[in-house]
């Protein structure tokens, strides 16, 4: 009974250990599996502009590929992927808000609390900003959804 028990409680602890290893992803990429439509993701933070990458300073990261203006930028994203990849898979923060999976259009970006967002145009972030918390709640209570019914 005892061996039962403890089997039991070892399963119920490494049930979310296995829940986080088998998540799905979903992921704004081109047709080769680029981010950011090969714009270099570090660049929004220390540029705060976009500024295309170079294929030459490639990090392939949780299924995409990233590319980089620089050396010191491609080491800055592999030091805290976290802290430089685009919120909601890359898709407009906007649209995920409203349920919805749309393209971005990177002129349109913004960064919010230290997260890169992305939008489909400089209108439609002007129209997320009218409420940028609740919007944000919105994208991360649907994101879980979206996940669930298109991620792979």
């Not at 090969?38 to 990261?61: E, M, R």
């Not at 890359?90 to 919805?100: D, L, P, T």
Request: positive net charge; glycine residues 8%; hydrophobic residues 40%.
């Amino acid at each position: 009974m005892k061996k039962l028990i403890l089997s039991l409680v070892v399963a119920t602890l490494a049930l979310p250990l296995f829940a986080q290893t088998t998540s799905k992803t979903l992921l704004n990429l081109d047709k080769t599996g680029v981010a950011i439509q090969g714009y270099d993701p570090v660049a929004f933070f220390t540029d705060n502009k976009p500024v295309k990458g170079d294929q030459k300073f490639l990090v392939k990261h949780d299924g995409a590929i990233y590319f980089f203006a620089s050396k010191e930028h491609k080491d800055l994203f592999k030091a805290n992927p976290a802290k430089y990849t685009p919120e909601f898979g890359g898709y407009c923060a906007y649209g995920v808000s409203r349920n919805k999976l749309v393209e971005i259009d990177v002129d349109a970006f913004q960064i919010v609390d230290g997260k890169l967002l992305l939008q489909y145009s400089k209108g439609v972030r002007d129209d997320f900003n009218k409420d940028t918390k609740g919007n944000l709640a919105k994208a991360d209570a649907n994101w879980t959804g979206l996940l669930d019914k298109k991620g792979k």
